[in-house]
């Protein structure tokens, strides 16, 4: 696999060069990043879907996570993250049609790994089923949705457990289920970053149900 490069960044966002994802974990550079949640109202409910990341990852196996996410390569434009939905999921969205929420500073730490994103965030108004997904199992082996107001219960209210629906490929095989999850369940994301995509889904379900 050839070596990633990334932009870099100081602390005010410009650019101060160019490195390895290798290095850019190791030393804690800035460098960008693409995200896209893809959210749905069924019943005059919300919902934020999450994949669930393969149990041979590298970082953080086996937890939900983001519906799509990647690093944006030194050469790529933030409309090139868009591969990242159709290589992860297996789906097909037009960038005119995601909700840009702007660049969220975001920080993660643990042993020997230091990310900091300029994440570049984005909605998206979903009707696909469940069916239609199909991910690269590399990355991501299900898909799983839940219902917004469980979410930030879960999250923000002290609640211990809820409820995800969705599938997991094991053996080729796709398997629907509803499974019962906690925070510990999750890649764990600053509170500031949940807390401005849940509010920002709430505004953009309310207008497309308008």
Known sequence: M????????DENRKQIGVASREEVHQKGHWHETFHCWFVSRKNDQDYIYFQ???KDKKDYPGLLDITAAGHLMSHESVMDGMREVEEELGIQVDFADLVPLGIIEYIAEKENFIDKELAHVFLYHSDHTLDEFRPQLEEVTGIYRIALADFYELWFEGREHIEAEGFQVENDERITSAITVGKEDFVPHEDYYYRRVLH?????????AD
Do not use: C
Not at 2 to 9: H, K, Q, R, S, V
Not at 200 to 208: N, W
């Open 200 to 208: 920002s889904i709430r505004e953009m379900e309310r207008e497309h």
């Open 52 to 54: 669930y990341r393969s």
């Open 2 to 9: 050839d070596t990633e490069i990334l932009n870099i960044f």
